[in-house]
């Protein structure tokens, strides 16, 4: 537990501190490199963009008093956005991320043998794949975009320039590409020279509608669940001198649960700046479940006090396919950077539970196909390099209580004499019956996901 509460908080200051520290500074226009037809070049930051004008920050004048340039878009041959690498920052983000994952996965997978040394082998080797792929995706989102003004026909112009004005330090004094007054389009006629509608002027590039993530998380909960003691029962099968039952038998049952996995995968539709809706598959790891019986009985003819054991391994899978709708509470921006935003979500869907049932001594193995619900709330993080990737961090509660059905198993059993040395035995062939359990496959869980935009 000290090692989920280590990690918890290190996620916890990753999701806040790093990216607001990465992130707090005053809005700076982009940098920019404006090449004119005859050749020369401008170098600064981009002020504001007009329909007919681009306003630049000479690089020289950055930081004292210089002149601000202010070039006709007709004397502009191409712009060049010079975007400063994320590499570093991606590098940093992507390795302490599958640090603190694989820490704690090599912490689970030790199994209390050598522990520090597979936690901090797991850290190592977790968070130089994290770190390798956070450097990629940083790379890609700094890479510089050039814009080309000259010989492009007016409504590409126009859109290029709606682009470039979501780059600009002021905003409020770009406007999107001016649409043309109606007197100056162009007009269709149809039929005996009916005016039809004008020519829409074009759109500014749409903002990415459609998200696919995929996420890894680690269990908070233990590794090992224990259950009660619950009731079953045991008889006879067969003609015997003595009672042949039903007798009251003890049982109890554990299980475990593996803590690291990476089954998960959402595909989300955003539909305004606050909702999205999404389809999850989930897919975690199996869990290995046991039930233990201790049959006792008091013969009648001796009145000696008799005992056997009967076991039941159970292998469970499951499969959850849930629809959600994801909220987000804030505007991106609030925390002075407009790549930034927190999540709320909520799904539910049905869940495909497989059940392996492996019965002890007999091996008469079998398997149940059963269908239940399940239903997922989550609170994320995300912070983008640039509109289309992302690496996120969440935290999440999911519910997901299949029903193993009772099962009745029969086998040959040695029945032990109390007291006595296991050479003083009867056989007798046996009916067991475990009772319908619950076991809990959700809980708790926290980790990263990388996210892509289109």
């Known amino acids: 537990m000290v090692h989920k509460t280590v990690a918890v908080a290190m996620i916890f200051w990753l999701c806040l ?14 940098n920019v490199v404006i090449t004119r037809l005859d050749g020369q070049r401008l170098t600064g930051e981009l002020i504001a963009v007009t329909s007919d004008s681009v306003v630049v920050l000479c690089a020289a004048a950055i930081g004292a008093r210089g002149s601000v340039a202010s070039v006709d878009i007709k004397a502009v041959h191409s712009i060049k956005v010079v975007r ?104 269709r006629e149809t039929g005996a020279g009916a005016a039809a509608r004008p020519e829409a002027a074009p759109r500014a590039p749409k903002t990415p509608r459609f998200k696919l993530t995929w996420s890894a998380m680690v269990n908070l909960g233990s590794n090992w669940l224990y259950g009660t003691s619950t009731g079953g029962a045991f008889r006879f099968i067969g003609d015997y001198s003595d009672a042949t039952g039903p007798f009251p038998a003890d049982l109890w049952s554990y299980g475990s649960r593996s803590q690291f996995f990476l089954g998960c995968v959402d595909f989300a539709y955003k539909w305004n700046r606050h909702f999205s809706s999404e389809i999850e598959l989930y897919a975690p790891g199996s869990r290995d479940h046991y039930a233990l019986g201790e049959l006792r009985f008091t013969s009648d003819l001796d009145g000696q006090d008799y005992y056997s054991s ?34 709320l979500g909520i799904a539910a869907g049905p869940a495909f539970v497989r059940i392996a049932e492996d019965p002890f001594p007999t091996g008469q193995s079998l398997t149940i196909n059963r269908t239940t619900l399940t239903v997922r709330a989550r609170a994320a993080y995300d912070f983008y390099f640039g509109r289309a990737v992302s690496i996120g961090f969440f935290g999440e ?6 029903h193993i059905p009772e099962y009745t198993g029969t086998a040959d059993l040695n029945f032990y004499q109390e007291g006595s040395s296991y050479s003083v035995y009867i056989n007798r062939t046996t009916s067991v019956t475990f009772p319908g359990r619950t076991f809990d496959m959700g809980g708790f869980a926290c980790g990263m996901r990388l996210g892509l935009a289109f």
């Open 84 to 187: 400063k690498s994320r590499a570093a920052a991606g590098a940093a983000l992507g390795f302490l991320s599958g640090a603190v994952a694989g820490g704690l996965w090599g912490h689970h997978e030790a199994g209390g043998e050598d522990e520090e040394l597979s936690t901090v082998v797991g850290a190592l080797f977790i968070g130089a794949v994290g770190g390798f792929v956070g450097l990629v995706v940083g790379a890609a989102a700094g890479s510089d975009d050039e814009i080309t003004i000259s010989g492009e026909p007016e409504p590409a112009v126009r859109s290029s320039l709606a682009k470039l004005a979501r780059l600009a330090r002021e905003r409020g004094a770009v406007a999107p590409p001016e649409r043309a007054q109606v007197a100056a389009q162009p007009i």
């Open 17 to 30: 501190g790093l990216p607001a520290a990465l992130s707090a500074k005053e809005r700076r226009g982009a």
């Open 310 to 343: 009967y076991s039941l391994s159970e292998t469970i899978r499951s499969t959850s396919v849930l629809a959600g709708l994801n909220y987000r509470p804030f505007p991106s921006g609030f925390l002075r950077h407009q790549n930034q935003a927190f999540e």
């Open 397 to 402: 509660y999911r519910w997901l209580k299949p």
